[in-house]
């Protein structure tokens, strides 16, 4: 059972290497803070957001897609790519052009990422497959291996340097070739009630986060250090992993978030493009 304190600003933080450069100067005293940060993965985190247990939190962009009457962007806060991500793979034993027909295991731990292959399969590689949700640890465990498998997160990192699967395909480089635009698959989002109680707290809080984006930025060694702990990529690839990911939401970022968005709602995915709308006390800022 998760505990809140009822003093201080819930913070989501998704539990995966790629939003170390933020949160490791919050989490290690480097840069103080108002929060209690709530770790979990991005469907999790989804969750807690939609049932109004956080007041902040990184979250899919398609969260924030769905129910926007809920949220408010942070500024210039986001998990984005520029080309390949290296942390969202479709896995596969086959070459990618061989998957019609298969089903394909996808993560349950992240909406974004499943949207987005559907939209590449359908609108761009032209590919028609069955997206089964599910884990590969437990399909391995009963002897079933899937065909290809799309990965999110650390288990990318780990499976993409392995050979269980030949063939990979990184969704943010085929986004890119594709568009020209970043693709951005994350966001910094509050709870507009949250936002409505902070008032001039509000500022401080996007503040202290932006602090700790410039801090992991200018000390990616150090980040790297303390990923490199974690055993599940060398040194050498974090550095190379660090460098692919983007944490701004400038012009870019909005354009390809919108395209991805226009994309859905053309796919039923959602009800229309929201507007990206943050809190009016910060929206000079965006």
């Known amino acids: 059972m ?26 290690s005293g480097i840069i103080s803070h108002p929060f209690v940060i709530v770790s979990g993965s991005p469907a999790c985190l ?27 962007i942070l500024p210039d806060l986001s998990i984005s790519c520029c080309g390949a991500v290296k942390s969202v793979l479709l896995l596969s034993r086959v070459p990618v052009d061989r998957l019609n027909g298969k089903t394909i295991l996808v993560t349950r731990e992240s909406h974004t990422s499943v949207a987005l292959l559907k939209i590449l399969f359908s609108e761009h590689l032209g590919v028609e497959a069955d997206l089964a ?32 699967y030949p063939y990979r395909l990184d969704l943010g480089e085929v986004w890119h070739s594709w568009t020209g635009l970043p693709f ?4 910094w989002v509050i709870q507009r009630e ?31 250090a303390v990923a490199d702990q974690r055993g599940i990529i060398g040194s050498d690839e ?12 400038r012009q870019r970022e909005q354009e390809g978030l919108n395209l991805f968005y226009r ?3 053309d796919a039923g995915e959602i009800a229309k493009v929201p507007r990206l709308e943050v809190p009016a006390p910060l929206a000079r800022v965006a």
């Not at 989804?46 to 949220?71: C, F, K, Q, T, W």
């Not at 936002?195 to 790297?224: F, I, P, Q, Y």
Request: charge should be negative; include cysteine.
């Open 238 to 249: 974090l550095q190379v992993y660090y460098r692919c990911l983007g944490y701004d939401l």
């Open 133 to 164: 949700a599910g884990c590969l640890g437990e399909a391995a465990a009963d002897g079933d291996i899937p065909v290809a498998f799309l990965a999110i997160g650390d288990e990318a990192l780990r499976l993409g340097a392995g050979d269980l």
């Open 263 to 265: 994309l859905l709602r």
């Open 194 to 224: 949250s936002a409505e109680r902070l008032n001039g707290s509000l500022r401080t809080a996007v503040e202290v986060l932006a602090a700790a984006k410039h801090w992991g930025r200018t000390h990616m060694d150090h980040v790297c």
């Open 184 to 187: 951005v698959f994350a966001l």
């Open 46 to 72: 989804n969750e807690l957001m939609a049932a109004g247990r956080l007041d902040l939190s990184v979250v899919s962009s398609i969260e924030y897609a769905r129910h926007p009457e809920r949220y408010y």
């Open 2 to 27: 998760l505990q809140f304190s009822s003093g201080r600003l819930r913070l989501g933080r998704i539990g995966f290497l790629n939003v170390l450069p933020i949160y490791y100067p919050l989490e």
